[in-house]
């Protein structure tokens, strides 16, 4: 029987069409109540638990039953769920019912077509009655429904009543006691096990059912069909496909502007051609395979660097043993002068540190005025009073841990033959030499003191280039040259106004008989002699200096001595030789040169040679200060800088907030520092899951390369510091509790007393993949390390530092943040719908999801919503709107997909929809 068209009532009738009307309603009717007869005449066999081919049918040669659904009949062949048979039954009659009442509404005139379509209502309303009724017999009934038992996929379910056999037709919801894990079979009852099969007659797959899961089998005869299968990842994309077509409708019907629109049919088929910004998105990998992106995958090798850096990062040893028996001192608030009750400061104690509150607050001291007396770096801003004080002699400069310098307090040497300071009140014109002679200093021209620049000591000589220039008289002192025999070194700091026309620093001598000097020029340093006494009578040497800035401070020397050699002359700026050293050139006047020295300008007042700018620290030197590259004073002279020995194993390590997370590590592969040694010395440990704070349990470990294990030299225990003085280089512990009860103080305490507990850098570099995960080492439940450094100098010229210590390790999937590319809608967007298939467990939960309408300047997130159950797994399709009214006006329109470090999340296809 062909089925019966779809039945629409007419808003209007004429006596004309009544009969047709009516009799296509009447057929519709009859319909339904063909299938509800069929229905209530074979319930007795369904309340059996077996079920007839036919007892939906409409004819025997059309299996299947009669859906009527939002104004449309359709035909379901060979049913799986009678009980949703029933209610489409239900649901047509009653749609039947009421176009029936429209019919006798319309007829209210015509009392015999009221009549019949009255009738036909109340029949239809009846058989809607029924349907609901059989429908609900059907529902509440359990003789369908079982869960399995059985080995493994080899499921066995008992109905009650007991089938006497397999029927054609046998209908089974079956809640799965197990995962199959390849093809299954079902054995109803004892009666025999029967494949199960796909519709298509193939063999189940592994996962296909799922542990806990509902599914319905329909006995064919000879095996049993599974009718509710989880789509396989073709029919998944099939179904993107048609949801895409869904949302192209939406975008005809609201006239926006869909993007990436290949992405829903093929997913990320090509990540080039598809919605994936490859150059801006990141820790992101494209898997051709399954045609999505996922975060970067383990086995991907990352470094976790520690640079030495900020001070406060890290916890440091403070050197108690060097602090005087009373170890107090008198502090005036806002004062930076600080006096020791009694005893020495330290000789050392330059650039160390001190706090008077027991380690909260630190000030650099900046000067050892004398035994009794500090300057600080900054003024004191504890009460005035009398404290006990700590010094700590580890110290961070430049990127760098590394052991103090000491500075030296001298006087001025005799080889100091002029040093001008250059100090005083702004504008003064009194200068004064504080070399070993102590020169007479005349100021000419505008030639000053000023206050608003200086390198040392508040204060500079400033030079217009206009007739400024200081005198001092002809002198021995100035007899650099007599012998060739003789060393020298002219050095300064200085700032220049212009770079152009030559810049005098100093000079000697006449136009008509002798003259030297230095001065320096747009692209070169010169030093120029002049002797008419001897042939040649004039000598110009230059060193490029590649260029200088005004307004910048330099330090310059022209030393004759360099390396060692009276005969050799160099020029350094800031420390670094410029141009080429000159070997073997007489450079000497003989004595007997006359003439004042002059400062700023050539001795004759040769014009064009004025300096224009600043100059302080001109010291003239009989003798050269330096042979090799150095490091320009850092105070005024005598104050010199020198690296001294500590005598003492200071540690430092990371501070508990800032030690290194480990959580999503895979392993560590291998290690690296970066110290400058000197032939002195590092040596590295690490903590691996220290106790909070440092507590009960923190151990400290060193790599035993010849046993292949972790080596403990130091330790906290029943809340004491202790350390290993077993001298066997193995695992061997002898724990001596610390002097001092902390943690740097053991560790310096185990590494100072054993050899056995120290490990260099070289040992640290050393250790493998594998050893890393030796026991007792790092391993992937660990979430933390410490990593520490303990230094030692023995030698007076140098110390030791390390400014980065790394470690190389594998990471899980990282965070990923993935953009689409840049789309323009051809309009500025205001609203924006998202869709998404993406993937997570429940326990990860879904990425983040953004949107942004001016390239990526401004974000707005957007809440995502999971649209009914997941597709396969852990795939589910998401949707969300956000306005993005409130971001600056543009064009450019992206999406972006973040993660979180060590979350297990993908990203199959995405879709956008944007509106004005």
Same mark, same amino acid.
């Given at each position: 029987?062909?089925?019966?068209?779809?039945?629409?009532?007419?808003?209007?009738?004429?006596? !004309?069409?009544?009969?047709?009307?009516?009799?296509?309603?009447?057929?519709?009717?009859?319909?339904?109540?063909?299938?509800?007869?069929?229905?209530?005449?074979?319930?007795?066999?369904?309340?059996?638990?077996?079920?007839?081919?036919?007892?939906?049918?409409?004819?025997?040669?059309?299996?299947? +039953?009669?859906?009527?659904?939002?104004?449309?009949?359709?035909?379901?062949?060979?049913?799986?769920?009678?009980?949703?048979?029933?209610?489409?039954?239900?649901? !047509?009659?009653?749609?039947?019912?009421?176009?029936?009442?429209?019919?006798?509404?319309?007829?209210?005139?015509?009392?015999?077509?009221?009549?019949?379509?009255?009738?036909?209502?109340?029949?239809?309303?009846?058989?809607?009655?029924?349907?609901?009724?059989?429908?609900?017999?059907?529902?509440?009934?359990? +003789?369908?429904?079982?869960?399995?038992?059985?080995?493994? $996929?080899?499921?066995?379910?008992?109905?009650?009543?007991?089938?006497?056999?397999?029927?054609?037709?046998?209908?089974?919801?079956?809640?799965?006691?197990?995962?199959?894990?390849?093809?299954?079979?079902?054995?109803?009852?004892?009666?025999?096990?029967?494949?199960?099969?796909?519709?298509?007659?193939?063999?189940?797959?592994?996962?296909?059912?799922?542990?806990?899961?509902?599914?319905?089998?329909?006995?064919?005869?000879?095996?049993?069909?599974?009718?509710?299968?989880?789509?396989?990842?073709?029919?998944?994309?099939?179904?993107?496909?048609?949801?895409?077509?869904?949302?192209?409708?939406?975008?005809?019907?609201?006239?926006?502007?869909?993007?990436?629109?290949?992405?829903?049919?093929?997913?990320?088929?090509?990540?080039?051609?598809?919605?994936?910004?490859?150059?801006?998105?990141?820790?992101?990998?494209?898997?051709?395979?399954?045609?999505?992106?996922?975060?970067?995958?383990?086995?991907?090798?990352?470094?976790?660097?520690?640079?030495?850096?900020?001070?406060?990062?890290?916890?440091?040893?403070?050197?108690?043993?060097?602090?005087?028996?009373?170890?107090?001192?008198?502090?005036?608030?806002?004062?930076?002068?600080?006096?020791?009750?009694?005893?020495?400061?330290?000789?050392?104690? @330059?650039?160390?540190?001190?706090?008077?509150?027991?380690?909260?607050?630190?000030?650099?001291?900046?000067?050892?005025?004398?035994?009794?007396?500090? @300057?600080?770096?900054?003024?004191?801003?504890?009460?005035?009073?009398?404290?006990?004080?700590?010094?700590?002699? /580890?110290?961070?400069?430049?990127?760098?841990?590394?052991?103090?310098?000491?500075?030296?307090?001298?006087?001025?040497?005799?080889?100091?033959?002029?040093?001008?300071?250059?100090?005083? !009140?702004?504008?003064?014109?009194?200068?004064?030499?504080?070399?070993?002679?102590?020169?007479?200093?005349?100021?000419?021209?505008?030639?000053?003191?000023?206050?608003?620049?200086?390198? $040392?000591?508040?204060?500079?000589?400033?030079?217009?280039?206009?007739?400024?220039?200081?005198?001092?008289?002809?002198?021995?002192?100035?007899?650099?040259?007599?012998?060739?025999?003789?060393?020298?070194?002219?050095?300064?700091?200085?700032?220049?106004?212009?770079?152009?026309?030559?810049?005098?620093?100093?000079?000697?001598?006449?136009?008509?008989?002798?003259?030297?000097?230095?001065?320096?020029?747009?692209?070169?340093?010169?030093?120029?002699?002049?002797?008419?006494?001897?042939?040649?009578?004039?000598?110009?040497?230059?060193?490029?200096?590649?260029?200088?800035?005004?307004?910048?401070?330099?330090?310059?020397?022209?030393?004759?001595?360099?390396?060692?050699?009276?005969?050799?002359?160099?020029?350094?700026?800031?420390?670094?030789?410029?141009?080429?050293?000159?070997?073997?050139?007489?450079?000497?006047?003989?004595?007997?040169?006359?003439?004042?020295?002059?400062?700023?300008?050539?001795?004759?007042?040769?014009?064009?040679?004025?300096?224009?700018?600043?100059?302080?620290?001109?010291?003239?030197?009989?003798?050269?200060?330096?042979?090799?590259?150095?490091?320009?004073?850092?105070?005024?002279?005598?104050?010199?800088?020198?690296?001294?020995?500590?005598?003492?194993?200071?540690?430092?390590?990371?501070? @508990?907030?800032?030690?290194?997370?480990?959580?999503?590590?895979?392993?560590?592969?291998?290690?690296?520092?970066?110290?400058? =040694?000197?032939?002195?010395?590092?040596?590295?440990?690490?903590?691996?899951?220290?106790?909070?704070?440092?507590?009960?349990? !923190?151990?400290?470990?060193?790599?035993?390369?010849?046993?292949?294990?972790?080596?403990?030299?130091?330790?906290?225990?029943?809340?004491?510091?202790?350390?290993?003085?077993?001298?066997?280089?193995?695992?061997?512990?002898?724990?001596?509790?610390?002097?001092?009860?902390?943690?740097?103080?053991?560790?310096?305490?185990?590494?100072?007393?054993? &050899? &056995?507990?120290?490990?260099?850098?070289?040992?640290?570099?050393?250790?493998?993949?594998?050893?890393?995960?030796?026991?007792?080492?790092?391993?992937?439940? %660990?979430?933390?390390?410490?990593?520490?450094?303990?230094?030692?100098?023995?030698?007076?010229?140098?110390?030791?530092?390390?400014?980065?210590?790394?470690?190389?390790?594998?990471?899980?999937?990282?965070?990923?943040?993935?953009?689409?590319?840049?789309?323009?809608?051809?309009?500025?967007?205001?609203?924006?719908?998202?869709?998404?298939?993406?993937?997570?467990?429940?326990?990860?939960?879904?990425?983040? $999801?953004?949107?942004?309408?001016?390239?990526?300047?401004?974000?707005?997130?957007? /809440?995502?919503?999971?649209?009914?159950?997941? =597709?396969?797994?852990?795939?589910?399709?998401?949707?969300?709107?956000?306005? %993005?009214?409130?971001?600056?006006?543009?064009?450019?329109?992206?999406?972006?997909?973040?993660?979180?470090?060590?979350?297990?999340?993908?990203?199959?296809?995405?879709?956008?929809?944007?509106?004005?």
């Amino acid at each position: 029987m062909s089925q019966p068209p779809p039945y629409t009532p007419t808003t209007s009738f004429t006596d !004309t069409n009544f009969n047709t009307e009516f009799t296509n309603l009447k057929t519709t009717l009859d319909a339904i109540l063909a299938n509800l007869v069929l229905l209530q005449r074979d319930d007795d066999k369904f309340k059996d638990g077996i079920g007839e081919p036919h007892l939906f049918n409409l004819s025997a040669s059309a299996e299947g +039953f009669l859906k009527y659904e939002s104004e449309t009949w359709s035909f379901i062949p060979d049913p799986a769920i009678p009980a949703a048979t029933a209610l489409a039954a239900a649901e !047509t009659a009653q749609a039947a019912a009421e176009a029936a009442r429209d019919l006798a509404s319309t007829y209210k005139n015509d009392s015999e077509a009221a009549k019949l379509a009255a009738e036909t209502a109340q029949a239809a309303a009846e058989l809607a009655a029924q349907a609901v009724s059989s429908s609900e017999n059907i529902q509440s009934g359990s +003789f369908w429904h079982a869960t399995s038992t059985g080995s493994g $996929f080899a499921y066995e379910v008992v109905l009650n009543p007991v089938p006497s056999s397999l029927v054609s037709g046998l209908f089974i919801n079956m809640k799965a006691h197990a995962e199959n894990t390849g093809a299954a079979t079902l054995n109803v009852n004892s009666l025999g096990a029967k494949s199960i099969k796909k519709i298509d007659g193939s063999d189940l797959k592994s996962g296909d059912i799922p542990t806990n899961a509902l599914v319905t089998l329909v006995y064919d005869g000879t095996n049993f069909q599974i009718t509710n299968l989880t789509p396989s990842n073709e029919e998944l994309n099939t179904i993107t496909s048609n949801l895409f077509l869904a949302f192209d409708e939406i975008q005809e019907n609201h006239a926006g502007s869909l993007l990436m629109e290949k992405s829903w049919s093929d997913s990320f088929a090509n990540p080039n051609e598809q919605g994936a910004d490859e150059t801006n998105s990141i820790g992101h990998r494209h898997d051709a395979t399954n045609k999505l992106y996922k975060g970067a995958s383990p086995g991907i090798s990352v470094n976790s660097d520690k640079d030495y850096a900020t001070e406060s990062n890290y916890i440091q040893q403070e050197w108690t043993n060097l602090l005087p028996s009373t170890g107090q001192a008198t502090v005036t608030n806002g004062n930076a002068t600080v006096t020791l009750v009694s005893g020495d400061w330290p000789t050392n104690c @330059e650039k160390a540190r001190i706090s008077f509150d027991s380690g909260s607050t630190w000030y650099d001291i900046k000067t050892r005025t004398d035994n009794a007396n500090i @300057e600080l770096g900054s003024v004191a801003t504890e009460s005035t009073n009398t404290y006990n004080y700590i010094i700590r002699f /580890s110290e961070f400069q430049a990127g760098a841990v590394s052991l103090n310098e000491e500075t030296i307090f001298t006087t001025v040497d005799s080889n100091t033959k002029l040093l001008l300071h250059m100090d005083g !009140t702004d504008g003064s014109t009194t200068f004064t030499d504080s070399g070993a002679t102590g020169h007479s200093v005349t100021a000419n021209g505008n030639a000053q003191i000023d206050t608003a620049q200086s390198k $040392f000591g508040g204060a500079s000589a400033l030079f217009d280039g206009a007739g400024d220039y200081l005198t001092i008289p002809d002198h021995s002192d100035w007899d650099f040259f007599s012998s060739a025999s003789k060393s020298f070194t002219l050095d300064c700091w200085f700032r220049l106004s212009t770079t152009s026309g030559y810049n005098t620093f100093c000079a000697i001598g006449t136009a008509t008989s002798y003259h030297w000097g230095v001065y320096i020029g747009p692209t070169s340093v010169n030093f120029q002699r002049y002797d008419a006494a001897v042939s040649p009578g004039y000598n110009n040497r230059s060193w490029a200096h590649g260029g200088l800035s005004v307004n910048t401070w330099y330090h310059l020397a022209l030393i004759k001595g360099w390396g060692g050699d009276a005969s050799k002359i160099a020029v350094t700026l800031n420390g670094v030789e410029i141009g080429t050293t000159i070997t073997g050139d007489t450079y000497y006047i003989p004595s007997g040169v006359s003439g004042n020295l002059t400062v700023g300008r050539w001795a004759y007042n040769y014009t064009g040679y004025n300096f224009q700018g600043h100059i302080e620290e001109l010291r003239l030197s009989s003798t050269a200060r330096w042979t090799s590259n150095f490091t320009p004073p850092i105070m005024a002279y005598p104050v010199e800088i020198v690296n001294s020995p500590t005598s003492e194993y200071i540690s430092i390590c990371d501070t @508990e907030t800032q030690k290194t997370d480990t959580f999503n590590w895979v392993d560590i592969n291998s290690s690296s520092v970066s110290e400058t =040694l000197n032939s002195q010395n590092s040596y590295y440990w690490l903590s691996f899951d220290p106790a909070s704070n440092f507590g009960d349990g !923190t151990e400290i470990k060193i790599f035993n390369p010849t046993g292949n294990v972790w080596r403990k030299i130091a330790r906290k225990i029943s809340g004491v510091w202790q350390y290993n003085n077993d001298s066997s280089n193995t695992v061997a512990e002898d724990w001596q509790p610390s002097t001092v009860d902390e943690m740097l103080h053991a560790i310096s305490q185990a590494i100072s007393t054993q &050899a &056995a507990n120290r490990m260099t850098g070289s040992n640290l570099t050393a250790i493998t993949d594998t050893q890393w995960e030796e026991s007792g080492g790092w391993s992937s439940s %660990i979430n933390s390390v410490v990593r520490g450094i303990t230094l030692y100098s023995n030698n007076s010229i140098q110390t030791p530092s390390t400014s980065q210590y790394s470690l190389n390790y594998d990471s899980e999937r990282g965070e990923m943040d993935l953009r689409s590319k840049t789309y323009d809608p051809g309009f500025v967007p205001n609203e924006v719908y998202l869709w998404t298939r993406a993937e997570h467990s429940d326990a990860d939960g879904p990425g983040i $999801f953004s949107v942004t309408r001016n390239g990526g300047t401004e974000w707005e997130n957007v /809440s995502m919503v999971q649209q009914g159950n997941p =597709l396969n797994g852990d795939v589910r399709i998401l949707r969300g709107t956000v306005d %993005i009214n409130g971001q600056t006006s543009g064009q450019d329109l992206r999406c972006r997909y973040q993660t979180t470090p060590g979350k297990d999340q993908f990203i199959h296809s995405w879709g956008l929809l944007a509106k004005s």
